[in-house]
T-cell receptor, first 112, second 107 residues
Framework: DAGVIQSPRHEVTEMGQEVTLRCKPI?????LFWYRQTMMRGLELLIYFNNNVPIDDSGMPEDRFSAKMPNASFSTLKIQPSEPRDSAVYFCASSFRWEKQFFGPGTRLTVL | SQQGEEDPQALSIQEGENATMNCSYKTSINNLQWYRQNSGRGLVHLILIRSNEREKHSGRLRVTLDTSKKSSSLLITASRAADTASYFCATPGDMRFGAGTRLTVKP
């Protein structure tokens, strides 16, 4: 298995633009997590899905952020409009049940 | 707020020494997991200990769990420079991570 796949690996955009981050979890995993990591705030859980259904989105910072999981093999995290304070590394992770999360390589987002 | 809290926040040791870091959590758990993060990379799962286990080994790693104190410890024996990383604990039902323990192993 190729592991959790995230794209793009790097994204540089200007304030106000829409940003879409993508994630392909490991086949057979029933949980998918989106995290954001910055030096100031550490690793934050944004949202997680169970069997494609969003369970807890309390970590989503504001309405500018949205996440979807249309099927078991794909999820997106969208920021619209983006702001400089959204600059961070965004990680996607998946797991079977609540055990052993596998993390993707992350997407480094820079909003100018 | 997160379930797992690691301490110390930072630890610096010489190669060959042992490193111990601790995790405290708040509610009942089925298992507790430890992860490592090398700079700029995603977290990597190290070891999982279940609530009915008190100690578990994996190579140079030893994890203990005290459910009465709601705490766990991770011991890395005979540390190497390659062990330099941040270490996190996490529990099911609340996969929020604390600030982690930043371990530096000096060659």
């Amino acid at each position: 298995d190729a592991g959790v796949i995230q794209s793009p690996r790097h994204e540089v955009t200007e304030m106000g633009q829409e940003v879409t981050l993508r994630c392909k979890p490991i086949s057979g995993h029933d949980y998918l997590f989106w995290y954001r990591q910055t030096m100031m705030r550490g690793l934050e859980l944004l949202i997680y899905f169970n069997n494609n259904v969003p369970i807890d989105d309390s970590g989503m910072p504001e309405d500018r952020f949205s996440a979807k999981m249309p099927n078991a093999s794909f999820s997106t995290l969208k920021i619209q409009p983006s702001e400089p304070r959204d600059s961070a590394v965004y990680f996607c992770a998946s797991s079977f049940r609540w055990e052993k999360q596998f993390f993707g390589p992350g997407t480094r987002l820079t909003v100018l | 707020s997160q379930q797992g809290e690691e301490d110390p926040q930072a630890l610096s040791i010489q190669e060959g020494e042992n490193a111990t870091m601790n995790c405290s959590y708040k509610t009942s758990i089925n298992n507790l997991q430890w992860y490592r993060q090398n700079s700029g990379r995603g977290l990597v799962h190290l070891i999982l200990i279940r609530s009915n286990e008190r100690e578990k080994h994996s190579g140079r790693l030893r994890v203990t769990l005290d459910t009465s104190k709601k705490s766990s410890s991770l011991l890395i024996t005979a540390s190497r420079a390659a062990d330099t990383a941040s270490y996190f604990c996490a529990t099911p039902g609340d996969m929020r991570f604390g600030a982690g323990t930043r371990l530096t192993v000096k060659p």
